[in-house]
T-cell receptor, first 114, second 111 residues
Framework: NAGVTQTPKFQVLKTGQSMTLQCAQDMNHEYMSWYRQDPGMGLRLIHYSVGAGITDQGEVPNGYNVSRSTTEDFPLRLLSAAPSQTSVYFC?????????????FGPGTRLTVT | RKEVEQDPGPFNVPEGATVAFNCTYSNSASQSFFWYRQDCRKEPKLLMSVYSSGNEDGRFTAQLNRASQYISLLIRDSKLSDSATYLCVVNGDNAGNMLTFGGGTRLMVKP
């Protein structure tokens, strides 16, 4: 199993550009999440999904969209990039309820917005 | 006040030392607690869950104190390979769909 994969690993955007961060898992996990990690602030939840076709907002959803058309894929879209979105983005998946099961994280995408 | 607070460190300890980290959480209704480990520029990985009765996994012991709303992690006989950032994680909602992460405590084990 590849586990959780994320592309790209690194990305530089200009303010106002849009892009999609890709996330895929091959463990048949129901739950998937997107986090951002900023220095000293810990990981913060952006959006999550409890199954295909079902998504919900996390702690910091503004400026981001998600969709979940398949169990395997959970892309994160930045609508109009801003410097405040410079961060490391992690995708994670878990078998079921996030609070009860181990979360498996992807390797992360390092995004810089200039 | 942050929902989950940790001393950012760094904790610099010699090999073989015993080191302990604490983490405090603000939501008294929290039911699930974890320690994750994150190596430099890598993704977090689960180290251990924290149970009400406390639990041990080799050199690592986790304790939960609900009355004072803190969890602890004790590492005995520290190894160089234990150098990492340790993240305290607590469930952030009653439905169990969200986790709240602390900012992490950095540990550096020296020869």
């Amino acid at each position: 199993n590849a586990g959780v994969t994320q592309t790209p690993k690194f990305q530089v955007l200009k303010t106002g550009q849009s892009m999609t961060l890709q996330c895929a898992q091959d463990m048949n996990h129901e739950y998937m999440s997107w986090y951002r990690q900023d220095p000293g602030m810990g990981l913060r939840l952006i959006h999550y999904s409890v199954g295909a076709g079902i998504t919900d907002q996390g702690e910091v959803p503004n400026g981001y969209n998600v969709s979940r058309s398949t169990t395997e894929d959970f892309p994160l879209r930045l609508l109009s990039a801003a410097p405040s979105q410079t961060s490391v983005y992690f995708c994670a998946s878990s078998y079921q309820r996030i609070s009860s099961y181990e979360q498996y994280f992807g390797p992360g995408t390092r995004l810089t917005v200039t | 006040r942050k929902e989950v607070e940790q001393d950012p460190g760094p904790f610099n300890v010699p090999e073989g030392a015993t080191v302990a980290f604490n983490c405090t959480y603000s939501n008294s209704a929290s039911q699930s607690f974890f320690w994750y480990r994150q190596d430099c520029r890598k993704e977090p990985k689960l180290l251990m869950s924290v149970y009400s009765s406390g639990n041990e996994d080799g050199r690592f012991t986790a304790q939960l104190n609900r009355a004072s709303q803190y969890i602890s992690l004790l590492i005995r006989d520290s190894k160089l390979s234990d150098s990492a950032t340790y993240l305290c994680v607590v469930n952030g909602d009653n439905a169990g769909n969200m986790l709240t992460f602390g900012g992490g405590t950095r540990l550096m084990v020296k020869p």
